[in-house]
């Protein structure tokens, strides 16, 4: 069974949890560990995962760090080839995504999540929300874009593209940002529909 350690509120072990669950049938245990809950700067913690970050995923004997390595992994040993194809001609394109969920979408909305979230209201500065807001549409215009005409990032159904950008899409709408019109707006309610989006992700933000 794998054993994955992380808080379930954190974007990251929520790829990871979206990920199990929409292949359906793989068990697993997780448990509490980072944010609030601590413990992933313990020595035995570090001597896993060095960057003390969440999720680490252990498999037996393998232990993993990084997310998306993790996605990867799970999809190659499952039979997950509806979320990540063999053909490397679809899979650049679904990795693409993936990685520029890690590169853009995050940097650029977790200051404004951040200062919205985890900083006392009399602390936040009405002027830096509003910059961090402008900051943070930038790649949503990019998936609004995109989506025109195409009911997923890649393909006819969800895929390893999707769920990134999907996790930090909620976290834009549950902001109270996002335009409810659009493509954006059509493509996060298709996410909406997925039961294992609704589990992992639709939950409240910390």
């Given at each position: 069974m794998l054993r994955i350690l992380g808080?379930?509120?954190?974007?990251?072990?929520?790829?990871?949890?979206?990920?199990?669950?929409e292949l359906g049938g793989i068990p697993f245990s997780r448990e509490d560990v980072g944010g609030p809950f601590g413990g992933n700067n313990n020595p035995d913690y570090l001597a896993m995962n060095p960057n003390g970050?969440?999720?680490?995923?252990?498999?037996?004997?393998?232990v993993m760090w990084e997310s998306n390595s993790i996605c990867r992994y799970i999809c190659n040993k499952h039979g997950g080839e509806k979320l990540y194809p063999a053909a490397p001609e679809r899979r650049v394109l679904i990795e693409r995504w993936m990685d520029w969920q890690l590169s853009t979408v995050a940097p650029?909305?977790?200051?404004?999540?951040?200062?919205?979230?985890r900083t006392p209201a009399e602390k936040r500065?009405?002027?830096?929300i509003e910059k961090l807001r402008k900051d943070a549409e930038a790649p949503f215009r990019i998936l609004e874009t995109?989506?025109?005409?195409?009911?997923?990032?890649?393909?006819d159904d969800a895929t390893l593209a999707d769920i990134g950008p999907?996790?930090?899409?909620?976290?834009?709408f549950t902001l109270g940002y996002a335009d409810p019109n659009g493509n954006l707006a059509a493509w996060y309610r298709r996410m909406t529909e997925r039961?294992?989006?609704?589990?992992h992700i639709m939950i409240p933000l910390a």
């Open positions: 808080r379930r509120t954190s974007s990251n072990v929520q790829k990871v949890l979206w990920t199990l669950t970050l969440v999720p680490t995923v252990i498999d037996g004997p393998l650029a909305l977790v200051p404004l999540f951040l200062l919205l979230i500065d009405p002027a830096l995109h989506l025109a005409g195409r009911k997923y990032l890649e393909g999907a996790i930090w899409t909620y976290r834009w039961p294992a989006f609704r589990e």
